[in-house]
């Protein structure tokens, strides 16, 4: 069947669907949130089923889990970004603490993709172990940039 978007744009999809599920404690309770059946939230993220997950179920799981992880692909789809409004003031502790989850995430990465390239093959599961760990590492990155430009506008403002 064809899709009207690329592979690539649904297996994100597909992920960011995935990892959304996770964060609102799985499909049963993902399904409750967005009014579908567990069965149904369960073809949204599985990678074999053509299911997309319909916007307004997208929407009440984000809504939920105050993360855009879906509006995100989307934007980024059509060459757009998901902004968030400035905090007032961001102190160097949280900006550090941003980074120490990044670098956490992105050895993960690194970990991820070396035992997979240990045997010079990638397996469906190893694709599948990196793209969870890309997902984390993707997910700590906007957060961390967010801050770091908050901090620097603050302190803009104070020199």
Known sequence: MSRPISDAWFFRIKAATRDLVSMCGGVVRAGEIGHCSKTEMSRYQVQTDESIIPIPVALALEAHCEMPLITTVLADLH?????????????????????????????????????????????????????????????????????????????????
């Open 79 to 159: 060459g757009r970004r998901v902004s968030t409004p400035d905090e007032a003031t961001i102190s160097a502790a949280s900006v550090f603490a941003r980074h120490v989850e990044t670098v956490r995430s992105a050895a993960e990465l690194m970990a991820t993709g070396a035992a997979a390239a240990a045997d010079g093959k990638l397996t469906p599961s190893e694709l599948e172990l990196l793209d969870r760990a890309a997902a984390a590492l993707e997910k700590t990155l906007a957060p961390l940039r967010q801050d770091i430009a908050a901090h620097r506008a603050v302190q803009l403002r104070v020199v």
